[in-house]
């Protein structure tokens, strides 16, 4: 049986970080981004649909929600895992 609170928490802290450092890169070598961003999909120029500038209300928003989504998704992945692992 799996913490579903410890899995939600460690996959919504490897969200927040891996969040910050693409913001990070971005900033610092753009085109390091766009080619580690566009790797993730088959290298499709995803990053070229992003915003050229976010301000800080747009930033903060986009974080939270992806903090808490990647949560949700957590808690649910470990509550979906214990039922399969108890059919077993």
Partial sequence: ???RLAFANSLAILTAA???LFSLLAAVSPRLF???FNA???GAD???LLPKVVGYE???G???VLIASAWLFGYAWAWLYDVFA???
């Fill in 46 to 48: 995803v990053a070229a």
């Fill in 1 to 3: 049986m799996l913490n």
């Fill in 62 to 64: 986009t974080f939270l």
């Fill in 58 to 60: 747009g930033f903060v």
């Fill in 86 to 88: 108890g059919w077993g």
């Fill in 40 to 42: 993730q999909f088959f």
């Fill in 18 to 20: 891996l969040s910050l």
């Fill in 34 to 36: 766009q080619l580690l």
